[in-house]
């Protein structure tokens, strides 16, 4: 079983970048695929990025496009998310999630597609 720690999460104004890191205690991490969702209050978990357990396939939410980028250190076992350009609407918790089973399927971006979730990390965005 993965223990994930998020980090990175702040207040921050808009048009500014975090970097938010997730660290596994597995030592297998790099045979996982991984994902980050975010949260708002009132709100659904939504998708936000997804990355193969290579770092060779990645997908992102449409409203991150362009502005977030995945990425995977598999000797660290810590995967990040870059977000620049960020906006009020960013505001949410972030979780990382891990599946075991390495590749990403159809349903990548559903949250039922992970096992393993860390506790979280607060991005707030202020305008």
């Known amino acids: 079983q993965v223990q994930l720690v998020e980090s990175g999460g702040e207040l921050v104004q808009a048009g500014g970048s975090l970097r938010l890191s997730c660290a596994a205690s597995?030592?297998?991490?790099?045979?996982?695929?991984m994902g980050w969702f975010r949260q708002a209050p009132g709100k659904e978990r939504e998708f936000v990025a997804a990355?193969?357990?290579?770092?060779?396939?990645?997908y992102y939410a449409d409203s991150v496009k362009g502005r977030f980028t995945i990425s995977r250190d598999n000797a660290k076992k810590t995967v990040y998310l870059q977000m620049n350009t960020l906006k009020p609407e960013d505001t949410a918790n972030y979780y990382c999630?891990?599946?075991?089973?390495?590749?990403?399927?159809?349903?990548?971006?559903?949250?039922?597609?992970?096992?393993?979730w860390g506790q979280g990390t607060q991005v707030t965005v202020s305008s």
């Open positions: 999630a891990a599946a075991s089973r390495g590749y990403l399927r159809s349903t990548y971006y559903y949250p039922n597609d992970y096992e393993y």
């Open positions: 597995e030592g297998t991490f790099g045979n996982y695929a």
């Open positions: 990355i193969s357990w290579s770092g060779g396939r990645t």
